[in-house]
């Protein structure tokens, strides 16, 4: 998109999150993907002179739920904006005491339970294996967590994130099954936009916002949407001083595996490849399938 503008941090914003306050030189973008459109506009300007894309995940109004959020087009918008790092705020619900509401975590890895999400960008005649033991950049993780305790926030700077389907909260037994495996938070978010961002060899960490104890907290009523939004209200200002603080520390490129993590992966043979998928992922496989 060569007359678009450009920007190579993005913030996803989650519940709660629908803009970032501060921004100058701001322009609104509306981007058509070969993976439809994404949730809403997205909004470029800068921060403190640097210069950032934000996208509400959900669209402005809250109004696209977890399983319908068109991850492919959100992932894709940004990066054909240039973006190589985004940073991704959620709510979710915890699995231990100690991670009480209102701390954060950061978490480095993650369980995936979601059951109708389209995950990947390889299809159509293009098959692909990316690396995913690391789920998120540690780079960019370890960005966001200085910046947290920067910001006097309570921080926990790693756990496993379950991520299922949604919309409903667990049962209480899904709860507890989760909390036995070792599991720190559950949310709706984290997947399949980590995949893809992989794939689409974009730099991607979390900023995890815990405002229940989910259902297995037998001793407090359980988890209802009120209790969610109230709890993450009071974080997001916090949310924003953090990633105020992160996007002045973010290197001019990543220095991490992330931007090669298509190296070697692409295991179709070029000549088997349709023209039209080449056509359709040439923003992301370009650099590896002529």
Known sequence: MPNSPKAKIAVIGGTGLEDIEG??????????????????????????????????????????????????????????????????V????SFKQEYAPGHL?????????????????????????????????????????????????????KGTYVCMEGPAFSTRAESKLYRSWGADIIGMTALPEAKLAREAETCYAVIACVTDYDSWWDPGKPVDVGTVI?????????????????????????????????DGAIVTSQEKIPAATKKKLGLIITKYVK
């Open 230 to 262: 109230k709890t993450l209200n009071d974080n997001i200002a916090l949310s924003k001083q953090i990633i105020r603080l992160a996007v002045k520390k973010i290197p001019e490129h990543p220095g991490c595996s992330c931007a090669h993590a298509l």
């Open 90 to 93: 959620c709510s979710c619900g």
């Open 23 to 88: 921004l100058t030189e701001v322009q609104q973008v509306n981007i058509d993907t070969p993976f439809g459109k994404p949730s809403d506009a997205i909004t470029i300007g800068k921060l403190d002179g640097v210069g950032i894309a934000f996208l509400p995940r959900h669209g402005r109004g809250h109004f696209i739920s977890p399983t319908e959020l068109p991850v492919r087009a959100n992932i894709y918008a940004l990066k054909s904006l240039g973006v190589e790092h985004i940073i991704a």
């Open 105 to 157: 975590m950061i978490p480095d890895q993650l369980i995936d339970r979601t059951r109708n999400r389209v995950n990947t960008y390889f299809s159509d005649g293009i098959v692909a294996h990316i690396g995913f033991a690391e789920p998120f950049c540690k780079e960019l993780s370890q960005i966001l967590i200085s910046s947290a305790k920067e910001a006097n926030a309570i921080v926990h700077g």
